[in-house]
């Protein structure tokens, strides 16, 4: 499984855009890229996937480059519910296995007034 | 619609007593089911994971134990709890052809 790093902990302000960086150098060519948002004492909750370039949903963007050895969560506008752990996760997309991702430590983050 | 629930929300046992955690599915069939330990202020440790019913595969050796005896139950145990064992322990689903992954409300599990 390719290993993932994030940063530990970030803050930002209200109504600022957020880019979170995931770095995933052994990224296989089946692999896609997912992130999930978990709030205090509840399960994750997913975010976004993708495989190549630019995918946008209703909350985010994510952002991969050319050679997908990292990507990056973007989300526009923070609020103070944004704060929450950040996971960046990868693996094969449909696996036969049901082998899951492995969840890293995340990344804290913090959005202040 | 799906959902997926977990019982109890908390519990606080004695090292050495037995443990039990339940998990059920609604809405869905022969979904992959998952579960997952969080530490205080650590990242998620896949525990277990089932495709089918009877099929379990363990990630991690431990003390602990699942079982999968309905296609939307998934059930958590142990004979006899270890202080280390205290933890968020979430169970998660994933139905066949999708992605995403659906996550439970938790137990919290404090061994004392």
């Known amino acids: 499984l390719a290993k993932t790093t994030q940063p530990i902990s970030m803050d930002s302000y209200e109504g600022q855009e957020v880019n979170i960086t995931c770095s995933h150098n052994n990224i296989a060519t089946n692999d896609y890229i997912t992130w999930y948002q978990q709030f205090p004492s509840q399960g994750p909750r997913f975010i976004i996937q993708?495989?190549?370039t630019k995918v946008t949903n209703e909350v985010a963007s994510l952002f991969i480059p050319a050679d997908r050895k990292s990507s990056t969560l973007s989300l526009p506008r923070v609020s103070l519910s944004d704060t929450a752990v950040y996971y960046c996760?990868?693996?094969?997309?449909?696996?036969?296995?049901?082998?899951?991702?492995?969840f890293g430590s995340g990344t804290q983050l913090t959005v202040l007034p | 619609s799906q959902t997926i629930h977990q019982w109890p929300a908390t519990l606080v046992q004695p090292v050495g007593s037995p443990l039990s955690l339940e998990c059920t599915v609604e809405g869905t069939s022969n979904p992959n089911l998952y579960w997952y330990r969080q530490a205080a202020g650590r990242g998620l440790q896949l525990l277990f994971y089932s495709v089918g019913i009877g099929q379990i595969s363990s990630e991690v050796p431990q003390n602990l134990s699942a079982s999968r005896p309905q296609d939307r139950q998934f059930i958590l145990s142990s004979k006899k709890l270890l202080l280390s064992d205290s933890g968020f322990y979430l169970c998660a689903y994933r139905d066949r052809g999708h992605d995403e992954q659906f996550f439970g409300p938790g137990t919290r599990l404090t061994v004392l």
């Open positions: 996760l990868v693996g094969e997309r449909r696996s036969g296995s049901a082998r899951q991702l492995t």
């Open positions: 993708g495989y190549k």
